[in-house]
């Protein structure tokens, strides 16, 4: 049985809680949050699980195995740190850590004491991703041409983190997880409006073979669009999260050009086929990475989403921030 202790009850810690606790190989055996309030909402869903306001009692605790940090960022260094340096496996909400520099130490501090680090990538456990994933290993797009995400709606305005850093990570672990080249550059544009942190923003992200991936992000949208459009040679796909039924649809459509002699004769032709849209497993996407994480705690295996899927994300992240406050100015990876 993996005893687990888990910081930060706000938002998504319950969440985390649930899941870890109703698995036959693990339990929660204890909650942490600076707010003691939240102990009664705590113990309206599992009565009797204990609780505390000082997260040193998890850390330094000789009866837990695993931590789950689900705390603000800036705090996800020290009490990873702390974790890793009292023997115990890691779980960190995204993003994995403030930069490039923090993730690479964390890295290195579990890597000597042979202990795991998983990042909450949620979103590849989901039956889409799963799916996107199993479509481009097949080669059924083709050759790829482009990743283009948005991902907006009005609030949740952060005061710690700007747009980029807050909704960003999903789709750069998502772009990372399905592209399999590694990126050369960045380039990121972004206003702050009403609370002094970008709160829109455009990053394009630069990859070798002319692929390009663009993500734009916003707090400030009147409407909620969760979309990825993912273009190939053979085919095109759009996945739409927001729809409750063919979350992901294929395009048999695309261009091909023809060079019978001088530039000017180049010919343009269309191909449009049918449209189908797979069958995408449905599952609770932190069921399956809470599960695979024990997995991988129990075989000594390493997860896919580790520390260094981590850090890719929050080099990319690091590099945008760079290029923002530059106005534009590409950043290379």
């Known amino acids: 049985m993996i005893r687990i202790g888990v910081i930060g009850y706000g938002y998504w810690g319950p969440n ?12 929660v055996t204890l909650v942490c949050d600076k707010n003691p309030k939240t102990q009664e909402r705590l113990h309206k869903s599992h009565p009797g699980m204990a609780f505390t306001t000082d997260e040193n009692e998890i ?8 931590v789950a940090v689900v705390t603000p960022v800036w705090t996800h260094y020290e009490l990873a740190k702390k974790a890793l340096e009292n023997g115990k496996h890691v779980f960190v909400e995204k993003p994995f850590t403030c930069s490039v520099t923090q993730a690479e130490e964390l890295i290195e501090l579990a890597d000597r004491k042979k202990l795991k680090i998983m990042v909450d990538h949620t979103f590849l456990f989901t039956g889409a991703v799963k799916k996107i994933r199993q479509l481009m290993d097949e080669g059924a797009l083709g050759d790829l041409y482009y990743y283009d995400s948005l991902r907006v709606n009005l609030g949740l305005f ?5 747009v980029i850093w807050d909704l960003a990570p999903h789709d750069l672990s998502i772009m990372d997880h399905v592209i399999r080249d590694k990126p050369d550059a960045v380039v990121a544009t972004g206003e702050c409006h009403l609370n ?7 990053i394009t992200v630069y990859f070798p073979r002319h ?6 992000v916003n707090w400030l949208s009147p409407v909620k669009v969760r979309t990825t459009l993912i273009g190939g040679e053979k085919k095109m796909l759009v996945w739409n999260d927001l729809e409750a039924d063919e979350k992901i649809k294929i395009y ?10 001088a530039l000017h004769q180049l010919l343009v032709s269309y191909r449009s086929g049918d449209m189908w849209a797979p069958q995408v497993e449905q599952i609770e996407a932190l069921r399956a990475e809470t599960a695979y994480f024990l997995k991988c705690i129990d075989k000594n295996e390493t997860p896919f989403n580790d520390g260094i899927a981590g850090l890719r994300v929050v080099r990319i992240l690091e590099a945008a921030d760079r290029s923002v ?9």
């Open 16 to 27: 985390i809680v649930r899941n870890f606790h109703t698995h036959e190989s693990s339990e």
């Open 59 to 66: 850390l330094k605790s000789s009866t837990i195995d695993l």
């Open 158 to 162: 952060q005061h710690d983190v700007n």
């Open 196 to 202: 002094g942190v970008e709160d829109v923003a455009f």
């Open 211 to 216: 692929v390009i991936a663009h993500i734009n």
């Open 252 to 261: 048999d459509k695309g261009v091909s050009m023809s060079k019978p002699g």
């Open 325 to 333: 406050r530059n106005r534009g100015e590409a950043v290379t990876l």
